[in-house]
């Protein structure tokens, strides 16, 4: 099943995030629900959930029908979480 959700995402939708310096990570697909996250540009657009729904879900329905819906998990990067605590704690200088 991974294997051809990522066929998809690899034909269908890449293409396009790559277009905006971004990609998308398949994180789990379990009871029909795939969970996926934004990266590069794309993490944090404030377009993230309308290119999930129209562009990624509709894709990735199309082709595989196992795949009933298809969630957007919006984590923060450990990286930036760990610079803005040290800049916060001012252990950086502006």
Do not use: W, Y
Not at 6 to 33: D, T, Y
């Amino acid at each position: 099943m991974l294997k051809r959700i990522e066929a998809v995402l690899e034909e269908k939708v890449r293409p396009s995030l790559l277009a905006h310096e971004g990609n998308v990570q398949v994180l789990e697909f379990e009871n029909g629900v795939l969970k996926i996250r934004l990266t590069g540009q794309c993490s944090g657009c404030p377009s993230a959930q309308l290119t999930t729904e129209e562009l990624i879900a509709k894709e990735i329905k199309e082709e595989v029908p196992e795949v009933k819906d298809v969630v957007l998990v919006n984590e923060v990067n450990p990286e930036l979480l760990d610079f803005a605590k040290k800049l916060l704690n001012h252990q950086i200088e502006g």
